[in-house]
């Protein structure tokens, strides 16, 4: 199966934009990359989703580059709440393969 | 709307006994998966259902493991003569169709003593 690559942790300050960071360099051509989080205790959350073009919803912004190695995901302000991990990974077909994600920590 | 509901919450079990996990999908989801996250990884596949029928069980560890889906809504995972290493928390998500998002619920966190 294909693989993406995340920093095991990040810390960021409270009410500035997280960058988080995907190197996904064999992803195929139809699998997308999603994004959920998981904050303690808490079954997985959907953040947001994209094949090739960038991507806005509520919660956040994906930026995929266009030879689709890698993605960033872009909370624009980080709120305490945000505290948690966040994985990165791909859907083919109906299987989403997780792998450690990154421990975001948001500091105030 | 209400999401996927998961009971129990915890379970906390007996090596060698029994145990019922149940899921309750986000009302018109098709289809439906169960996931088993184990301390400190990401959540593993297990078993993905369309409707009533198991699509793919590829990801059960052995045959201990069973779910079902009787009527395409609820769906039960089973495991048998537990063991101390089933311990883990077992995640539900369901999708509007095999392609959509995938909505998790909280889980049900298995202890098996």
């Known amino acids: 199966d294909a693989k993406t690559t995340q920093p095991t942790s990040m810390d960021c300050a409270e009410g500035r934009a997280a960058n988080l960071p995907c190197n996904h360099s064999t992803i195929s051509g139809n699998e997308y990359v999603y994004w959920y989080r998981q904050i303690h205790s808490q079954g997985p959350q959907y953040i947001i989703h994209?094949?090739?073009n960038n991507e806005t919803n509520e919660m956040a912004s994906l930026i995929i580059t266009e030879d689709r190695k890698s993605s960033t995901l872009i909370l624009p302000h980080a709120t305490l709440r945000d505290t948690a991990v966040y994985y990165c990974?791909?859907?083919?077909?109906?299987?989403?393969?997780f792998g450690a994600g990154t421990t975001v920590t948001v500091r105030a | 709307g209400a999401g996927v509901s998961q009971t129990p919450s915890n379970k906390v079990t007996e090596k060698g006994k029994y145990v019922e996990l149940r899921c309750d999908p986000i009302?018109?989801?098709?289809?439906l998966y169960w996931y088993r996250q184990s301390l400190g990884q990401g959540p593993e596949f297990l078993i993905y259902?369309?409707?009533?029928?198991?699509?793919?069980d590829s990801g059960l560890p052995n045959d201990r493991f069973f779910a079902v889906r009787p009527e395409g809504s609820v769906s039960t995972l089973k495991i048998q003569r537990t063991e101390r290493g089933d311990s883990a928390v077992y995640l539900c998500?369901?999708?509007?169709?095999?392609?959509?998002?995938?909505?998790f619920g909280p889980g049900t966190r298995l202890l098996v003593l």
């Open positions: 990974i791909f859907r083919k077909n109906y299987k989403l393969s």
């Open positions: 998500a369901s999708s509007l169709d095999p392609g959509g998002t995938q909505y």
């Open positions: 009302s018109g989801h098709t289809a």
């Open positions: 259902f369309q409707g009533t029928g198991a699509a793919d």
């Open positions: 994209g094949l090739k």
